[in-house]
């Protein structure tokens, strides 16, 4: 019974996908859409239309921010599952012992607290530069997120004192999804589309915000849900 | 030149796909994937993909090895 269910719901899910993959065109196909046309006009009309420096930012919060959506959607849902599989406060298998109670060597320990900063500084960069060079709020949130595992191995001492309070960690975890939402509703409201931007002179500010505003929301969304992996992962 | 670069870093990513999918040790495979990440890495940067090379170096490189080492962590560290 169990077993048909999966294999139906398997089914249902595959095949609209087979079809939609079976649509697109050739690999290479000259006569594509993004060959023609759709490739030109974000180089000829991107830098004007979209208002970022950065070609690649400005497809993936302008022209393709509904699909940038589902990719954080995809990174909260993985947390989801990891914390839905693994059973809490479980501390692995008897003699595996990754996280038990091993102390960590001082050496090790100095040089997180003595990189940290730099480290903060560097993926806040990565942030709040994606405008304008390589990088955005993915990247610098999984500097951050890396600097988080790092700091829990110092700082966070277990379920007792985590390195973030587990209310605000799930706010933050859902940081990315929420400021898509917010950003999205605020376009519906401005334009009549989802996820739409002011196009209008005189309203660039706004626009340059709602994007900034994206990209710290999906780094520290990023961030905090590469620490949660970490946390549930080691089992705290 | 460039020809030359791609197609050395290409052949260390095919031997190093290898050397994870045969190695029993689980903790020696990992340390190798997250190798790959960081030649992958050199290759999207080589190939004019600075932002994919940063998520690359990141995640594939960095992150991805860690939680891998926790889940052997979790269970066995040789293959059977």
Redesign the interface.
């Known amino acids: 019974m169990r077993k048909s269910l999966v294999a139906i719901t398997i089914a249902a899910a595959a095949v609209p996908m087979l079809i939609g993959v079976a649509g697109l065109p050739r690999p290479g196909d000259p006569s594509a859409a993004v060959h023609t046309h759709v490739a030109a006009r974000y180089i000829a009309e991107g830098a004007h239309e979209t208002g970022a420096d950065n070609l ?1 930012t400005g497809v993936l919060l302008n022209y393709r921010g509904f699909d940038t959506f589902g990719e954080v959607m995809i990174i909260f849902a993985a947390l989801a599952a990891v914390m839905a599989v693994l059973p809490r406060g ?1 501390t ?2 008897p003699g ?4 038990s109670g091993i102390p960590i060597s001082p050496i090790v320990a100095f040089i997180i607290r003595l990189t940290a900063p730099f480290i903060a500084a560097f993926g806040a960069f ?1 942030i709040f530069k994606g405008h304008v060079s ?3 709020g ?2 610098g949130g ?2 951050l ?2 600097l988080l ?1 790092m700091l829990s191995l110092v700082l966070g001492r277990g379920v007792d004192r985590p390195l973030i309070p587990a209310r605000s960690a799930r706010w933050l975890q859902a940081a990315a999804p929420l400021a898509f939402f917010a950003v999205g509703v605020l376009g519906l409201g401005l334009t009549g589309a989802v996820l739409g931007y002011p196009a209008e002179p005189g309203r660039e500010l706004l626009r340059e915000l709602m994007m900034i505003f994206l990209e710290i929301g999906i780094g520290v969304g990023g961030g905090a849900i ?1 620490l949660g ?2 946390l549930e ?3 705290e | 030149m460039n020809q030359v670069f791609d197609l050395v870093m290409l052949a260390l990513l095919i031997a190093m796909a290898l050397a994870v999918a045969r190695s029993k040790d689980l903790v020696a495979a990992a340390m190798i994937f997250s190798g790959y990440g960081l030649v992958m890495c050199l290759l999207w940067q080589h190939r004019g993909a600075p932002d994919v090379a940063m998520t690359e170096a990141a995640i594939g490189a960095g992150v991805t090895t860690i939680l891998v080492l926790l889940a052997i962590g979790r269970t066995c560290r040789r293959e059977k």
């Open positions: 690649v479980a692995g298998l595996a012992g990754a996280a990565v390589p990088g955005g993915f990247q999984v500097i997120g890396a595992m590469i992996l970490f992962t080691r089992g």
